[in-house]
T-cell receptor
Framework: GAVVSQHPSWVICKSGTSVKIECRSL??????MFWYRQFPKQSLMLMAT?????????EQGVEKDKFLINHASLTLSTLTVTSAHPEDSSFYIC??????????FGPGTRLTVT | GQNIDQPTEMTATEGAIVQINCTYQ??????LFWYQQHAGEAPTFLSY??LDGLEEKGRFSSFLSRSKGYSYLLLKELQMKDSASYLC??????????WGAGTKLIIKP
């Protein structure tokens, strides 16, 4: 089956620093990947849609200059949280679209900003 | 606006049956998904319904009524490992998933 990995699985950083999270499709090519954020006891919130070779499409209310997304290849998308603050602490999950109806999720990255 | 409603929390007994309901109002419809999510982990796919009716897959079944904007996930022979959150998601006309808030299922011995 389709496998999606994320790295790192957890990260702790200091306020003001930047953190990069990688999302890879291991055994298939994904022209579209999605980035989600999930706060405790809440559902997934789509942050942006990442398309290979083009700019990401951000959801309303998500700051594109703060959450930089790069989808440079068909197997890798990265999310960089710039100038992180404690309120950015969350569970970040990526998914990769296999078909219009199928997407596979990565294991998630737990970000804690101190 | 787009809206998906499901109960916040449910409790059931090991070995029993539980039904988790989901109602939705979305811009277009390209199918409804159920995902299971254990605490601290990413969601895993359970089922996909695009036509009305019941889809059975082992201990789990999912039902859809498009005219009523309604779905349910039925879990039989509950096991302790089924304790998790169950997320209902609808794919809208733009092929984007709209997520419900999830139902936390607690299984008691």
């Amino acid at each position: 089956g389709a496998v999606v990995s994320q790295h790192p699985s957890w990260v702790i950083c200091k306020s003001g620093t930047s953190v990069k999270i990688e999302c890879r499709s291991l055994d298939f090519q994904a022209t579209t990947m999605f980035w989600y954020r999930q706060f405790p006891k809440q559902s997934l919130m789509l942050m942006a849609t990442s398309n290979e070779g083009s700019k990401a499409t951000y959801e309303q209310g998500v700051e594109k200059d703060k959450f930089l997304i790069n989808h440079a290849s068909l197997t890798l998308s990265t999310l960089t949280v710039t100038s992180a603050h404690p309120e950015d602490s969350s569970f970040y999950i990526c998914s990769a679209r296999v078909t219009e109806y199928e997407q596979y999720f990565g294991p998630g990255t737990r970000l804690t900003v101190t | 606006g787009q809206n998906i409603d499901q109960p916040t929390e449910m409790t059931a007994t090991e070995g029993a049956i539980v039904q988790i309901n989901c109602t939705y109002q979305t811009s277009g419809f390209n199918g409804l998904f159920w995902y299971q999510q254990h605490a601290g982990e990413a969601p895993t796919f359970l089922s996909y319904n695009v036509l009305d009716g019941l889809e059975e897959k082992g201990r789990f079944s999912s039902f859809l009524s498009r005219s009523k904007g309604y779905s349910y996930l039925l879990l039989k022979e509950l096991q302790m490992k089924d304790s998790a959150s169950y997320l209902c998601a609808v794919m809208d006309s733009n092929y984007q998933l709209i997520w419900g808030a999830g139902t936390k299922l607690i299984i008691k011995p």
